[in-house]
């Protein structure tokens, strides 16, 4: 599992955490942080998905994934959010997003953040051959942390990152919401007020009622 070149230029790593985010939660948090602190990252770029490839339907507009992203991760420094696949209206690829970046700073070292289900079917990305070339992958496990199903591409750099296992999905956070079950601490509060602010993922507010600070 080695990586196949050393990467020495510390103050060159930036970490690309990609999804719909739909919506953030504490899990993506988690991850990008602990990534951002074991390989020494300069930066975390969170770029929201505008048309994603593997995933049939979105809940919520671009616009309103941007802003929680923007809400969830103001009060790190080290993270930022990048619109660039929301701007380009058309279907989301890694690839096309990671060249893009590459292209106007040839000289930054890109680690793509990923989940272990992801990453294990990276023989199904766009270009996934050119891709495995631009960049290293950091991997977050799942629960039983086996490296079972590895991809076997010539040229793949990854890394598993030591972070525990989260188990919480955006469709766990969306399927609480419609039923008026509590979300406290599966994401940030700020993101939940947004959320009931502008009843998203059928959001009720005769549900809402009396569930203060849930």
């Known amino acids: 599992m080695a990586m196949a070149r050393s990467v020495n230029k510390e103050h060159k790593r930036i970490g690309i955490i990609g999804g719909t985010f739909d919506p953030v939660h504490i899990g993506h948090l988690i991850i990008a942080e602990k990534a951002r602190e074991e390989f020494l990252l300069k930066k975390v770029l969170f770029i929201p998905a505008g048309i994603p490839p593997h995933k049939k339907k979105i809940f919520v507009s671009p616009s309103h994934r941007l802003e929680m992203v923007k809400i969830a991760i103001r009060d790190n420094r080290y993270f930022k959010v990048d619109d660039i696949e929301i701007k380009r209206g058309e279907t989301s690829y890694t690839y096309d997003t990671v060249m893009s970046f590459k292209n106007k700073n040839p000289d930054i070292e890109i680690f793509f953040i990923t989940g272990e289900d992801t990453f294990y079917e990276l023989k199904t990305w766009h270009r996934y051959k050119e891709l495995i070339r631009e960049v290293i992958f950091l991997v977050a496990p799942r629960k039983d942390k086996k490296e079972k199903a590895v991809p076997k591409i010539p040229y793949l750099k990854y890394k598993f990152i030591h972070s525990p296992y ?37 959001i009720r507010r005769d549900k809402e009622k009396d569930k203060r600070g849930q």
Do not use: Q, T, W
């Open 166 to 202: 989260i188990d919480i999905s955006s469709s766990y956070i969306r399927d609480c919401f419609a039923k008026g079950k509590s979300v406290k601490y599966l994401l940030p509060d700020e993101i939940i007020n947004y959320i009931r602010r502008y009843k998203l993922y059928g």
